[in-house]
């Protein structure tokens, strides 16, 4: 499935794009040091670099989002300032941001009008959407709604929006996050026709493989420098590692599960309509976790897991008892904090804000779940030593970065703020863990920690959940794996027994047996990805 | 083009400075309002900043002033942490003003040692009571706490007119509006000999620390400010979003029904239809120019009073019209908001993008 990356088109040619010791300096961090890149007509280049090496500042720097503090851009030759982005899509500069920047109550020719300079006609532009998108295999129909769209078609409608103006490059950032397998392999086809009309493309990941797959060269950063360049297709995904992280790739130690305990989640046919008009309806979910297991739920992003981890978290109470039981009780109607004491503990998808309170000291973010379990109030009144010394705990444990127990949480990066978090649920001793997106933004060697971190858990005979859109670390982690698509759950699997590939059919919503809404169309290679 | 920018990291000690800036920017202010009324500048700032500190008696009056706004505050600094926002302290403080009225009318007569104890715990249900409208209209309809909590202190304003006007009017009044005066018993002793400062400042400074405890040390405290600071986060714990609601306008409710108490009971000594002076209203400034910490509303509280007497002053040695007071309090609190907008954000001139 690997393809040989194409001849690199016009070789010889001058570089469409080349930057000659880009830095960009904030107050508190030098976000690049003396970067140096080019790229030339057709070349499919990859950005490759973990969390906060600077890829992101980079990206914005050429699509003239931020200005940087010293160097030069060189622009088909002229020395150019990018001042803004609309100044860089005049340039013929298109960039698809990881997160869309989409009116989810417009339509899909309201929104691409809105993106483009001057007055235009909808009858007029949705031709040519159309127009596009089937010369570029990207279908959609540019008279729906964005709310009604999945997140891969919301995704064509970015594509399709830089297409339309003609960029001469387009930036990538991080697009296979939120897509199944096989949507990934048709967008692969995309970029490829578009690099073959000559069209550059710089395509910004940490997925080695997907990057061997698809990029011609790639240029890798390490805290904001150039550590090094390559020809992916050359390289192992095991020496592309040692240049973005300085050292090997760490692995997880993954024994076989223990014979299958009691059940302590059963979710016995749980359905619940959403209040959120944008919101996912869960449909009658059955799933059991036993103490000493993972299980893993798949699927594209906005399939119902927010809905699902709200109602088993108890952030959403049901109206009735029986459809979550935890440990034996029947805790539909339970508040969080009832399911706490039951032996529940959860990380929540979104760290800042969420699982943790930002202005707040990590202290007192530690007392914000683990009061109840680690006794830190005394009546009434909060036991201040004892919550500075639970935190304290949870940072040497999980080896996080931080200016010590009286940090604020939003002095924290991402992952330090995730490996806090994941170590304030675990270090409680739970009975039952519900991690969402345990690794989502952190780096390869925190990853690699909290990863074990679920495994050792689990080896002390806890439950754990784990919902994640990262296949493979479901792949690495799981004992049994299960998909979530437009709120239905799909019969578990020992993910022994089956490979990505199903699992990424799955993601459409299409297993053996799958109930239906709607008449789906059997997935071709073309177009399985209904996600 | 003039443009605000987020700074990259907040200064520590602005917070704190930013109250001290905005005081000085008032006085300024107010050296020039006085300067355009042709008034000499230095005269004002002597009659409205100096007399009312000139002497022990002057310096009593202060504290007596301060005693209503510190209460109210500190009550309303607990449901603003936790983003509950009672803006009717005003009509709670009335209504605790009410019910201690009815308590000391009830009893009248009564020599018993327990019936000012009655009478602050009447002020303390009365004000939460009131309160517990805009919690329960909130917590059950999700009305809007601001509107439903202004719009009662104008029922409560008229409530007290009807009483006063009606069933409680002093027979031997001569028709004014008011009760009779309260005895002995139901009037609040004092604490410094020949002056008005009464029991219920060392109650505000009682109320105070244990504001200060509650806020910073309970584990209810610690819920509401995560509440007010992040509500998903709330939600996330298990910190049930109505209780803190009710805890917030309860909070304010008590203690700005013992405010109205302190008044009748204290200075006025019987129930007027003037007993809502705007307290509760002014208390709202007290609170944020304190920060919501019960020692800066310590502060802010006593700056409040001396804007208060000073305004006062004015009207008698420099013939002006009472509303400066109100001048100089809209000018602190716009000059602290918008000192506070710097502490986040600074200028900056922006060419026009190309």
């Not at chain 1, 090997?248 to 993954?254: K, Q, R, S, V």
């Not at chain 2, 013939?319 to 918008?338: K, R, T």
């Amino acid at each position: 499935m690997t393809h040989p990356p194409a001849s690199i088109a016009g070789a010889a040619s001058n570089p469409r794009l080349k930057l000659s010791g880009i830095s960009k300096i904030y107050p508190t961090v030098v976000a690049n040091d003396r970067v140096d890149l080019s790229v030339r007509p057709g070349e499919i280049r990859a950005i490759l670099g973990e969390n906060g090496a600077g890829k992101s500042t980079l990206m914005k720097m050429i699509y003239g989002v931020t200005r940087p503090s010293a160097g030069q851009i060189f622009w088909e030759g002229q020395d150019v300032q990018v001042t803004s982005p609309a100044h860089a899509r005049s340039l013929g500069i298109g960039m698809v941001f990881q997160h869309f920047s989409l009116f989810e109550t417009l339509t899909v020719v309201e929104n691409v009008a809105l993106a483009l300079p001057g007055a235009q006609a909808l009858d007029e532009l949705a031709e040519r959407i159309t127009e596009v998108s089937t010369r570029y295999g990207l279908p959609v129909d540019p008279r729906r709604h964005i709310h009604a769209l999945s997140v891969g078609e919301r995704q064509r409608v970015e594509i399709i929006r830089c297409l339309l103006q003609d960029p001469r490059l387009l930036i990538m950032d991080e697009p296979t996050s939120v897509l199944t397998p096989q949507a990934v392999r048709k967008l692969f086809e995309t970029l490829r026709q578009l690099s073959d009309e000559g069209c550059s493309i710089l395509y910004i990941s940490h997925k080695l493989d997907e990057i061997r797959e698809l990029c011609h060269t790639a240029t890798v950063l390490r805290a904001g420098k150039v550590t090094g360049e390559c020809e992916p297709a050359r390289e192992t995904p095991q020496s592309m590692a040692r240049l973005m992280i300085g050292k090997e790739l760490p692995h997880c130690e993954h024994s076989q599960a223990a014979a299958s305990g009691e059940v302590r989640l059963r979710l016995a046919g749980l359905s619940h309509a959403a209040d959120d008009p944008f919101g996912v309806d869960l449909k009658d979910i059955h799933l059991e976790v036993h103490a000493g297991e993972i299980v893993g739920i798949a699927g594209v992003s906005g399939n119902g897991q927010q809905e699902l981890l709200r109602a088993i978290s108890g952030e959403e109470p049901l109206a009735e008892r029986f459809p979550v039981q935890i440990c034996n009780v029947e805790a539909g109607r339970l508040k969080p904090g009832q399911r706490r004491k039951l032996g529940l503990c959860f990380v929540p998808e979104e760290r800042l804000g969420r699982g943790a309170v930002p202005g707040m000291a990590l202290a007192d973010n530690a007392l914000l779940t683990a009061s109840h379990t680690q006794g830190l109030v005394r009546g009434g009144l909060v036991d201040a030593g004892r919550a500075r010394a639970f935190a304290e705990r949870c940072i040497e444990a999980f080896k996080v970065k931080c200016g010590g127990a009286g940090a604020p949480a939003k002095s924290l990066s991402g992952g330090n703020l995730q490996k806090f978090i994941v170590g304030r649920e675990i270090l409680q001793a739970p009975r039952l863990l519900v991690c969402a997106q345990p690794t989502w933004g952190v780096d390869v060697g925190a990853a690699a920690l909290i990863r074990q971190a679920l495994i050792d858990l689990r080896d002390r005979g806890c439950a754990v959940l784990v919902i994640s859109e990262e296949l493979d670390e479901l792949f690495e982690i799981c004992d049994r794996i299960t998909v979530i698509a437009k709120g239905r759950l799909s019969p578990a699997r020992p993910t022994a027994q089956t490979t990505v590939e199903d699992i990424g059919v799955w993601m459409s919503g299409l297993w053996p047996g799958a109930e239906t809404d709607e008449p789906l169309a059997a997935p071709t290679p073309a177009e399985s990805l209904h996600a | 083009m003039l443009e605000l920018e987020a700074r990259a990291e907040p200064s520590r000690l602005m917070p704190w400075l930013s109250p001290l800036l905005a005081v000085a920017l008032t006085l300024v202010g107010g050296m020039l309002l006085f300067l355009a009324l042709g008034k000499d500048p230095i005269e004002g700032f002597r009659i409205f900043f100096l007399n009312p500190v000139r002497d022990l008696y002057a310096v009593s009056e202060l504290l007596l002033k301060a005693t209503p706004l510190m209460l109210c505050a500190i009550g309303l600094a607990i449901g603003f942490r936790a983003n509950v926002w009672n803006i009717g302290a005003e009509g709670q403080f009335m209504l605790g003003a009410v019910a201690a009225t009815g308590v000391a009318l009830y009893f009248d007569g009564s020599q018993s040692s327990l019936l000012l104890p009655a009478m602050v715990a009447a002020g303390a249900l009365g004000g939460a009571l009131w309160a517990s409208i805009p919690a329960f209209l909130r917590t059950h309809f999700n009305a809007n706490e601001i509107l439903v909590s202004l719009m009662l202190v104008y029922v409560a304003q008229l409530f007290v007119s009807w009483l006063v006007f009606g069933p409680w009017r002093d027979p031997d009044g001569f028709n004014f509006p008011q009760t009779k005066m309260f005895d002995d018993a139901a009037t609040m002793p004092m604490l410094l000999e020949g002056t008005r400062l009464h029991m219920g400042f060392a109650i505000a400074i009682g109320l105070l620390v244990a504001g200060h405890v509650f806020m910073n040390h309970s584990f209810t405290g610690f819920r509401m400010r995560v509440a007010g600071e992040a509500a998903a986060a709330a939600r996330y714990a298990g910190f049930s979003a109505s209780r803190m609601i009710w805890a917030g306008l309860l909070a304010g409710g008590a203690a700005a029904g013992i405010a109205g108490m302190g008044e009748v009971a204290g200075p006025m000594g019987q129930l007027t239809d003037k007993v809502g002076s705007g307290y509760g209203f002014a208390a709202i400034i007290v609170a944020f120019v304190g920060r919501l910490n019960a020692f800066g509303i310590l502060l802010a509280s006593l700056l409040m009073a001396l804007l208060y007497i000073g305004g006062e002053q004015a009207q008698q040695y420099l013939n002006l019209p009472s509303s400066i007071s109100m001048v100089f309090q809209g000018m602190l609190l716009f000059f602290l908001l918008g000192s506070d907008v710097f502490i986040n954000y600074r200028l900056r001139l922006r060419r026009r993008a190309a």
